[in-house]
Each structure stands twice: as C-alpha cells, then as structure tokens.
C-alpha cells in the first residue's frame, strides 16, 4: 500500500504549518514572563491534556465564615489550559444567609448557572444607577456584564450552588469592601472618597483586618 | 436637606456622562439591523432584568433521537442581555449512549462542567493532529480550545448532563456530519473532499436527510 | 495641461478604495440604531470638522456642591468624532476639599494630567487590594488600570483642575456611592452585599436621594 | 426510515443555535447603518455564494495615467462578503515606469505577491526612520506593516503584476501626494508642514487638481 | 549650515517615542517564548528587510501524493515579519484531480485568487448547514469565513494554481480526515462520534496512518 | 474578635483567584522579552505607585530647533505603567511659528486639548483626501482617527501648548519628512515615489541630515 508515503509527503511539503499552528493553544507556563496578553505557552511537546482539565469545582468550598460563602475558581494559570482562550470558571457556594459581597470583574464579563437553592443576584449600571436583580432557582442562568457591580446572596433556606463563567481567563474579583476595609488605606482617605462615617469605616477596618 | 439638590447639580453637570455610559450593555434587539460585532442594541429605557436572565436551562433536552443528546442554547439573540459581552452558555443532556457527534464552535472556545454522569471528551489539535481526550466526572471541568474539533459523548450507565458556556454570544456550532451529509452538497464533492465511500456517503445522506 | 485628466483615470480605476475608506472614521449618529462596537456613523458627507472637536472643556464645571467637584466629559455620542476611535476626554475641577469619590470606569482605562492645584489620587488592584496612591502636582500624569476601582482628591488649598483621557470612546463612570445609595436597592440588600449598618445606609440614601 | 425524523427532533431542540450562528458571516449590505465594526449584515436567507466572490481582479487595470499604475480594490463594501472578517484583497498593475506612490493603510497590514515582472518594494519603520526595501521577482512576498509609509514601483523592463492582501476588509488607502496636493489644503499651510518650497507645492498641486 | 544641528536636538527630546514605536512591528523571535498573541520580537537592531521577504511560494509545491495537491505556507514564525501583523499568506498547487480536503483554519479568514486553472471551491456555514460553492476561474477571488468547514479541488484539466491569504499569521490548518484518520484516536470513538462504519473507518486508518 | 480569622478562611479559599488578578496591570519590564500585546510584566512584588506616575510633562520641552517645537513623549516603556492599558499621553510645545509637521500615528487615535495659546490643526482622510483643520483655542479638543496624516502648527502670536492622549501605549510617530528625508534612502526612489524634484529632494535631506 502506497499511500501513506504519498500523505507524508504533502505533511512534509506543508511542515510550517505544524510549527504555525502552534498557537491552536497556548497552555500557561507561569515560570516564564507574563504579558499584556496572558501567560507564555508552555512547549507543546509537553502539554497534556491534564492541562485542558481541571478537577476542583466538584467539591463544595468552605462556607464557616462570615460572608458563609465560598468561592473556587479555576482562572489561568491555576488552570492553564484556559490562558488565551477568552474563557474561565468558578464555583459559588453559598450557605444559609450567605452572600458574595458587591463587587466587579475588572477584566470579563459573568454569567451564572444556578445548580442548587434559591440565589438573589443583581447588578447596577453605570447609567442613572439602574439596579437589576432578580431572586434565580435552580436552572435559571443570569448575565453580569463587564466591569459592572453585583452581588449574590443566598435567598432561600437551603444550601445554594452556582456555576459562573467569564468571558476572560483572567478576570479577576475585586470585592468592594476588600478593596477599602482589608488594606492600608488610610481612614480619612476611604471617609472621604466614600461619605462614609468614621466609626463605620473603623468598624469594617477592624472587621476584616485593615489598618491605617 | 439640602445635600440632594447639590448631587443634583453635580449629576447634571456631568450628565452626557449617562449618555456614554448606554453602552455599559446593549441587549440585542433582533428587528433592528446587525453588524459583524452583533446586534443592535434595545433602547436602554425598554432593557428590564428579564433580558438578562434565561429559564430554558433547568429543563432536561429531549435525547429521544438518533445520537440520543440534546444541545439546548442560550446564545444572542434568544439571550438578549449577552449580546455583545463575549460569552454565553448552553445544556447539554446525554441519555445512555449519547453523543454530541464531531464539532467546531467557528466564533469562540467552549468550557465544560460536568453536572451528572460521566462524560467522554475530547478535542484535536491542528498541530500533528494530536489527541486530547479524557473522561470526566461530576464535578470535572474540560476547555476546549476555539475553532478546534471536539466531542462529548456518555461513557457511563446513567444519564449524563453538563453545563457548557463559550467565549462568545454566538459562537456557532458547525456538526460535521450534519455539514456534510444533511444539505444539498452533491454526494461526489462529499467524496472527492472526505476520501469516503460511496455508500458511505449515501447511507449517511439517508440518515440525515441530505439530497444530491 | 494633461496630468490632471490621467490622475482622475488613476482615481477612477480605484474607486471602490474610496468607498471602502469610509470607515476612516465612524462620527456618531445617534439617531441611528447603536451596537456593541458603538453608534452608527453618520453619513461621510455631513461630516465636517465641528464633528472632531469639542469646546466644553475649556469652561470650568460647577463645583457648588457636595462633593465640590465637577466631572464635565466629551464622550460620544456627546462628542460624536470619538465614536470608534478608543479614546474620549473628560475635564476635572476639584474645589478645595472637593473628591470624586470612589468609582470605576467599566468600559476603559484612565490617565490623568494635573493642569492646576494638588491632587491625592489612587486606585486598588484587585490583587490582595494593594492601594496605589500618590500626591500629584501640576504637570504629573497618573495611569489608573481598567475596571479598577479609584478615587482623586483636591489635597491642596488651591483649586485643582485636571484633563483625563480614557482608552475607550464611552469609558462609563460608576460611583460605588451612587450605585448604592442614589437608587431604589432595597437597604436590606444594600447592607447584605455591604456590611454596612443600617444607619448607615439610611443616612446616605437620605443624602443621595435614595429609596428603598 | 424513522432516522431522520429523529433527527428533526434534535435540531427543533436545538433551534435556537441557528440563530445564533447567523455570525457566521456578515455579508455587507451598505443600504443599512454602517458602524465601527463594519456595515451591517444582509438578511441570511438572502446570501448567495456570489457575494463571496469576486470576478473583477483577473482584469488588468488601465495603467495609461500619470503614474503608469492601476491599484483595483476588492474591499468591503464593492465585495460584500468581506465585511467583517479582517482581510481583503487587490490587484496591482505597474507599467514600465509605474509606481505607487508613497502611502499608508490606516486600517491594515499588506501583503504583496509578485505575479509578475519586477517590482521595488519598501517601507519606512517609525522608530529611526529606518527604511527597508528589496527587489521582488515573480513568486516573491514581502509584508508591510500597520500604518507605515511604503511604496511600490516597476524596477524591471516589463509589465509587473502583483496581487496584495489586506488584514481588514476596509485598509483604506492614504497616498501622501494625493493628501497634500489633490484638495484644497490651503499651499501655505502644505509648506509650513512639509518644509517644501512654494513652487513645488504649486506644481504638484497642478498636476493634482489641487487647489488653494 | 546649522538645521542638522537643531533637529537632532528635536529628535532628542522626543527621543522616548523612538523607544515606543519599537512596536511598529513584531518580527518571531521564536528561540524566545511564545504568548497568546504571538511570538516574542526579535531586536529591532537585529530585523533586516529579509525578515519580512519570502521566497519559498515561487517554486510549484510538490504534487505527487495521494491528495494530489501541495499547500505551502508562509505563516509565523517560518516567515518571521508577518508575527503580530493579522496576516499570512500561502501557496496552492492542485493537480489535475487534485484536492484539498475538507478542513477549516481555527484561527482566521482565508482569501483566496486563482493563479491558473479552475477550482471549485467552497464552504459550509453552521447555520442550516448550508453550502456555499462556485467554480472559480483564473482571476477569481473567493473569500472564506473564520472557522468554517470548507474545500478546493481541482475541476479542470490542467494544473491549478491559487494564492490564498489569511487573516492571521498563524491560521492553523484543521484538515477534517486528518484529524480523524492520522493519529491514534480509537476507532470505537471514531465511530461513535462521526457515525462512519468500521471498515470505512478503518480503511481511512490504514491510508492515514492512523492507529487504534 | 473572631471575625477577621473567618475572612482569612474566605481568602484562601479563593487563593487562586488572587494569581489570576495578576493581570490587572501588567507594568513593562524591558529587561524582559517583548510581543505583539506589548511588554512583559514586571512581577507584581515589585510594581510601586512609581510605576504608574510620570513627572516628566510638566517641563516645558525645547523647541530651540528648526521646527520651534517639542514633542515629549510617556508612552512605554518609559512611562511602564501604561504597558498593555490602551493609552499614552505627551506634551506639545509650540513656540511662535512653531509646528509638528505632517505625521502619522501607526497604532493609535489622538486627542489633544489645548492649554495654552492657539494652534491650527487638522487630519486628512483617506477617502477623496478630504481636509478637516481648524484653529483651536485654550479648552478646545479635537480628535485625529488612528493611521491619518494629520499636523498641528502654531497659529498664533504667543507660545502654545497642548495635552495629548493616544489610544495606545505606543502609538509610534512617523513624521513623514523624517521618513523620506532623514534616512538614506535613495534620492531617486523618493523622487519616484513622491513626484518632489530633484534639487527639492536634495535640500530637505541636507536639512534633515539624510544621505543617498
């Protein structure tokens, strides 16, 4: 049989299309430099598909804290099959009176699938401050677009779960109050740029471990 | 109180700021014309919560036919509120045997999380036409990298069920199959352009409904 | 004299060119319907010059208020040249002890040129809420990365007056406080996502204009 | 045969993906809205293959002009199928003698295939003002980077032909020569920013149809 | 003469730009690592025009194999100046019966000019999986969209010859039978996810290569 | 108080996501290698404040020189904060009589805002070589649409200033008389491809240092 030698023959004559191709894909490498663009690749000949898999989501996070909430995610390069793919995901569980507090996604946009319980969930834009949210059930899918703030809580009375994806294999999470009360910025800095009262800023300072 | 008329005022002086900021979202609205970046958006004034939520997720796909799978979409325009923001999600339920036949998503990468069952899954790369396939469980996430060939298919005894989102509002779902053999594509282009048999070909045309 | 007339042979030949060359630019027409990638363009024909500039920032914005600042912005469709380009311009005044308070632009980063007075200014990375800021004087440019939540104050006994330039032709401007507080989100589910006691949110609704 | 019925039932469940996947393409219908993405898309169900083709680049452009040169475009939106999807192309005739003027694409990258003939080919890097040129023979390519100056002329004894690619289905087409002498640029204004004496402004601006 | 002098002491003071537009381009340096846009740059002191010049699509791809058809392709980082650009180029050589098989490039749009001969070409669009194919002539263009399944062959009596361009320099090549046929993938799964039969499976094996 | 203790447990179980915000900012390191997304990123440990202020455009720039004018550039990677965020800012002296000649940016729209003084200012577009210029006061702005020639001069009787941002961290500058006139390009190719005649072409390369 003759054939398979003349199908090497055209791979051959077409070769530099292996090497293009190369960036069908680009598995994060973090021990390399990072770009604007994400993470370097990984060398091909070793990617596997162990990198395109990821195994964390499937167990519940720890909800014995004070937001009673936790939340997995799997964003590049902890999963590094997702860097430049435009895509990641995480996993929100929500116990009785749990809640995610306000916060954004400076670098995607979400969406959310509901697998288990009763979750309120809501975004405000940017435009007049219109406020969106709705109580979702189970299979109930809701969008959060980019860069906007929102917030999830637990409205029913049982354990909640939820699937959320991003349009972005790093989208990173910015939680409004991490971003004032868990950090070194001054009191008088975050009274001011907030109208915030002082025993109120302090409170939350001490609450989640700010200084300053 | 005075405070709240000077917001005001401030609120005015900075008002094409709420005009701007229209674009914070654009919900498809599908009577008005499209263009390559999406569709037109609905007027701000008519966008309700409801345009950015989606229900048809939590009910089971009806598998009762040949590959025993059902796909269920919530894709731009059916999903208005994800127009535009680079991502979408879908259902995927696989009765025993089931199978999402050989695919490429043309416009983004797909993210799978495996809700029930067991779930074989696979992509190929265009670089040697390596293989990367691997089962997944409950709880088990698979990227699929964009423009790729991949499948899905149930490698368990129990019914089987993911939930799937993408890194676009429309990214499209090309069955190979179904683009060969359930159109009009004259049976010898068919052949002159896969190598197969000719009855192959016309069984398969049968099968799926395909003429010429 | 013959050149002309083989020059306009030349211009036929090509003229497709011309027509394809319409998207030089993309001056806003908001009266046409808008999409994801911004508004329609107006008619190559009934754009002139007055459409590239904008004469409202040279005028200082009302500072008589609460918060003794004024954000007066030129993005489109106010400024209908920007449209598609990624850029837009706003004009900050900062009376003394004037502030924009904490806020994010969802759609764009931002950079910022001192023309007068002292300006605290910063932002927070999501990253382990690491704040950046910095005392700025007259002819310094601060950077603040997109979706990052912010904030500029007057921290000099002067009035401050600052030009601000965005990566996008519609950046958005979301006050933390005013998504909060200047809408109808309930003050349970402000002080859930919040933390904030009920005092609290109560006093700053008041302020704001709030219900709920 | 019950087959294909069966498969009837999956694609009604799954209808909602044909709608989505009208993204395919987004063949350019200029009687719409056009926006900064492109023009909008034609009805689908009115698409035929012929947008998608083009006829006229196998015809050699009339080069009986000034420059001895036909550039023929198939650009969106003379080739409708092109809108949207980042490439298009062009036929380039030189005469004996023929050259195309020193230009830019403001909207593109080119890649240049000799079919013909010999041709001179350049362009000039920003940084430095470095120049890089080279003679290019039949089955020569060269590329020319975004919005760099470069030019292109017959360096043989022959007819040169050459057909020329473009990352944008609208790179437009800015000729230097003809932005500063074939309009009505007042001449002292195209001196005071060019350093070009009078008498040359004027005789360009006379072979150009110039005025002012 | 003392204007040298003074515009040295110009080009000093803007001497950070020469630095910024190093970007002006991006020539692989593929001995550096690779990221999701692309190859790491060489030094600009180090790029000589031959970086962005290709000569291998000159010379007739060798057609003597099964398929009958030679693709020879000049992407990144084989020809390095086309890396970052959103543009690459290649060369097709049909035999008399010659065909490229159905493939799809996951990365760009291709663009393709008959040289000599006459092609049938074509493409299948996801959306109702309709075809789009035409006879094309010496002179023809026929543009194919980003991800789409589609094919050329020869269908006349001579050679053919085509120039093809793609909106990426790295466009990937995903050819169907390939992918399919020439590696290791089991037969079982073959089967299941293309509903081919064994021995049309495994006959395709054999001439592929493939195994399991 | 046991409150901080439970955020702690939060935290962590969110830890990965603290990697992925990484990419919040990715600061220039050009120690490091280079792509087509821009700079590698500086490790996140070692970014201050610094990084993402630059002091340098509150000094007037010299504008001793032919042209009465300096152009002083924060693009990166001198100014590295702004690697990879889509903007850049530069000061703009104009001396009396003082002008920016004729240039380009490759990769970036422009707007300016005019501090101080009165310039005349204006772009060509590439569809009919339509000129759009105006004089500009104190407060005005216009805009410059990304690859256009456009020029900005001194139209009045006192030193002028301006403000100007760029849609991208390296916009590039080419100024069109340096690029045919400050390199060595060969006398008879800028002759060719521009119509200047000789003794024109040898005076401005005399001027501006250019051999050939």
Known sequence: MFLPLLFTIFLLSSSSSAHASALDFCVADPSLPDGPAGYSCKKPAKVTVDDFVYHGLGIPGNTSNLIKAAVTV??????????????SIARLDLAVDG????HTHPGGSEILYVLEGTICAGF??????????????????????QGLLHFQ??????????????????????????????????????????FLDDAQVKKLKGVLGGTG
Not at 129 to 138: A, P, R
Not at 154 to 170: M, Q
């Open 153 to 194: 809580f637990n409205s029913g009375k049982t354990l909640a779960v939820a699937i959320v994806s991003f349009s972005s294999p790093t989208p990173g999470l910015q939680i409004t109050d991490f971003a004032l009360f868990a950090n070194n910025l001054p009191s008088e800095i975050v009274e001011k740029v907030t």
């Open 99 to 102: 809640v995610v507090p306000l």
């Open 74 to 87: 799997a964003f590049a390069p902890t999963f590094p099959g997702v860097n430049g793919l435009g895509i």
């Open 124 to 145: 405000i834009s940017s435009s007049a401050n219109t406020v969106y949210f709705k109580t979702l059930y189970k299979g109930d899918v809701m969008v959060f677009p």
